[in-house]
């Protein structure tokens, strides 16, 4: 499966988002993530779909949307139709959670499930045939510039054998706490998209980071 990157713009300059996803386009990036914290699920509040609107017409990227969000269910209609093409909600905030995923299916968009840092990967079994994306927190949700879990590596191990041992192809997404550093390890634990937020827009040249991250992921893959 093709790696990816994908740069979260949760710490971009938002009085100039043109200029921020032109870099992610220039950097390389496969596509865009955006966290949407409620301050309710996580104590952070982010943005919403009007934010996503307008992403959406200044990119072709797939957008990547993580709903950290109470009652997702309520919430789905309005970022696809903003443009959102992966829609991901977390496990601990459904208590319907097949309902949630038949009903982002049933939009014709990509579903992706959440878990948190803390909660076992056997919340999957009975609905991960129903999935495109499996998104694995590598840090406690809520905001960005966090540090990285090292228990997390074990994690995405499993994970890449439970997804690798049914039929079904499924992304593995890890989000949290990645940089340059640890960059190769998460990929060759087995990632399939990476998300990175600080290490790039926190740096002074985010294009050159994305394409220093991409180089990174190609080197990790061919050692594989
Ligand atoms: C955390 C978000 C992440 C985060 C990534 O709640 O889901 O996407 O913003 O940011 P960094 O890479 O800075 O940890
Ligand atoms: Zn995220």
């Given at each position: 499966?093709?790696?990816?990157?994908?740069?979260?713009?949760?710490?971009?300059?938002f009085?100039?988002?043109r200029c921020e996803?032109k870099?992610?386009?220039?950097?390389?990036?496969?596509?865009?993530?955006?966290?949407?914290?409620?301050?309710?699920?996580v104590?952070?509040?982010?943005?919403?779909?009007?934010?996503?609107?307008?992403?959406?017409?200044?990119?072709?990227?797939?957008?990547?949307v993580?709903?950290?969000?109470?009652n997702?269910?309520?919430?789905?209609?309005s970022f696809?139709?903003?443009?959102?093409?992966i829609?991901?909600?977390?496990?601990?905030?459904?208590?319907?959670?097949?309902?949630?995923i038949?009903?982002?299916?049933?939009?014709?968009?990509k579903?992706?499930i959440?878990?948190n840092?803390?909660?076992?990967?056997n919340?999957?079994?009975?609905i991960?045939n129903k999935?495109?994306?499996?998104l694995?927190?590598?840090?406690?949700?809520?905001?960005?510039?966090q540090?990285?879990?090292?228990?997390?590596?074990?994690?995405?191990?499993?994970?890449?054998?439970?997804?690798?041992?049914h039929k079904?192809?499924?992304?593995?997404?890890?989000?949290?706490?990645?940089?340059?550093e640890?960059?190769?390890?998460?990929?060759n634990?087995?990632?399939?998209?990476?998300?990175?937020?600080q290490?790039?827009?926190?740096?002074?040249k985010?294009?050159?980071?994305?394409k220093?991250?991409?180089?990174i992921?190609?080197?990790?893959?061919k050692?594989?």
């Open positions: 499966m093709l790696k990816k990157l994908a740069p979260s713009i949760l710490d971009a300059d009085t100039c988002l996803i870099a992610i386009e220039n950097g390389g990036a496969d596509l865009i993530h955006l966290d949407i914290m409620d301050g309710h699920f104590p952070n509040i982010s943005f919403g779909p009007n934010i996503v609107r307008s992403i959406r017409s200044k990119t072709s990227l797939p957008l990547d993580h709903l950290m969000v109470e997702p269910i309520n919430h789905i209609d696809i139709k903003a443009g959102g093409d829609i991901t909600v977390h496990y601990e905030t459904c208590l319907h959670l097949d309902r949630v038949q009903t982002i299916r049933d939009r014709g968009v579903c992706g959440a878990l840092p803390a909660t076992p990967l919340v999957i079994e009975y991960i999935i495109d994306l499996l694995l927190m590598t840090v406690n949700p809520g905001y960005g510039g540090k990285f879990i090292p228990e997390m590596f074990n994690k995405i191990t499993r994970a890449k054998e439970i997804i690798n041992s079904k192809s499924i992304e593995l997404e890890i989000d949290g706490g990645i940089n340059l640890n960059l190769s390890q998460v990929i634990a087995g990632a399939d998209i990476v998300v990175a937020g290490t790039i827009f926190r740096s002074t985010p294009e050159e980071i994305i220093r991250m991409k180089a992921i190609r080197e990790s893959v050692i594989n």
